[in-house]
């Protein structure tokens, strides 16, 4: 049982909050955002948590965030995407034009699930949403069985989602590991999706509310 | 290396001809086929073939075709088509009808690239068959490092293939094994191509000049 700050290279933060997220008892930080993510920001902030001991992993969602001297890369994989594109073919593009200096031991790929049908990542790759308990398990076991991907990622980005659906993905899973995130707003509602998921992950709430944001990474504790 | 014949279910062999292929070299069977593919005529070719100790395959490409008793199952994703459908949504589909029935540990996911953009599976799921090298390879990789796919199947279906591509893709590969398909016509392609695949797949040679179809089974011997 995990949990992971995401930290958003294109908002701000003090030096003071980085120095408490140290400190909090977050198991690491998933740097990783969309809009005005830079080659810069990125560095800028993967440079100051690299500091830390705990874990950390860099989202790769454009090419100019690949900094050389990452330890750990994290490749989205949309499933519920009905474009190929976002299921492996931005990969694909990645392996054109890096390759041979692809460091694979060093990538593990994200087998996204999106679940809000507003947010931003479920318009930019058409992901269908609207999925009942039988979707989410077939998803879940394609991941698992056929993919053998490391991690499923339910992605509720903004709102708190269906525990439910969460507890019947995770029913399906053994190897495959299963990180939530989305619309987590308090320490309580992080110690509830903590009960059916592998990890879950706290975003937006740094930047809105910083000391609640905090008090979440108590539950790993 | 291995050599495998691929049996249509929709075409007729004789009593005498799956004597030969039994008594041939190769080192087994994959029932697969498109058009007129019924679960009799499926069920009728597999029960004759299992009475063979070589490998027998049964390659899924409609519902209908899967029969309960089979032991291997193989499923097709196509690498590079466009449309996520054919990439991971027919599984989705099919573990969507089939859950919690599901042996997972008797399927196979073949990772196809298709690479005759005239071929029937290429109009069919949009794959873009005009790939370099640097595509290719870019597949290969996606396949063994990201997907974990037990095989990349190279499909030129009808056409005999590029072996300089063929040998690119090998070159990357270590875990995923390479299978070969398409236009082989003699013994002398099929053992061209046997030097760079790890296995070569003989179909429609098979009805169009049985004898010459039994000897390419001979590279293996």
């Known amino acids: 049982m995990a949990h992971f700050f995401k930290i958003d290279p294109a908002k701000p933060l003090?030096?003071?909050?980085?120095?408490?997220?140290?400190?909090?008892?977050?198991?690491?930080?998933?740097?990783g955002g969309t809009d005005q993510v830079t080659a810069e920001n990125t560095a800028f902030y993967y440079e100051r948590l690299m500091e830390t001991d705990k874990q950390l992993f860099l989202e790769i969602s454009h090419a100019e965030m690949v900094l050389p001297y990452a330890d750990q890369f994290l490749v989205p994989m949309v499933l519920n995407s009905p474009d190929a594109k976002w299921v492996v073919g931005k990969f694909v593009?990645?392996?054109?034009?890096?390759?041979?200096?692809?460091?694979?031991?060093?990538?593990?790929?994200?087998?996204?699930?999106?679940?809000?049908?507003?947010a931003k990542a479920a318009k930019l790759t058409r992901a269908n949403a609207a999925l009942e308990k039988k979707d989410i398990t077939a998803y879940a076991e394609l991941a698992e069985h056929f993919l053998k991907l490391p991690?499923?990622?339910?992605?509720?980005?903004?709102?708190?989602?269906?525990?439910e659906l969460v507890r019947e993905a995770?029913?399906?899973?053994?190897?495959?590991?299963?990180?939530y995130?989305?619309?987590?707003?308090?320490?309580?509602q992080a110690a509830e999706m903590h009960e059916y998921a592998d990890a879950i992950v706290v975003g937006n709430l740094i930047y809105e509310n910083f000391e609640e944001a905090l008090k979440t990474a108590e539950i790993v504790r």
Chains 1, 2 share one sequence.
């Open 93 to 118: 593009e990645a392996l054109r034009e890096f390759s041979p200096h692809v460091p694979f031991k060093r990538i593990t790929p994200l087998g996204y699930v999106i679940l809000n049908a507003e």
């Open 151 to 163: 991690v499923l990622y339910i992605e509720y980005s903004g709102t708190f989602g269906d525990t």
């Open 14 to 31: 003090s030096e003071r909050e980085v120095e408490a997220l140290f400190h909090s008892s977050t198991d690491g930080f998933i740097i």
């Open 170 to 179: 995770k029913a399906v899973l053994k190897e495959t590991k299963l990180w």
């Open 181 to 188: 995130g989305g619309g987590i707003k308090s320490r309580e």
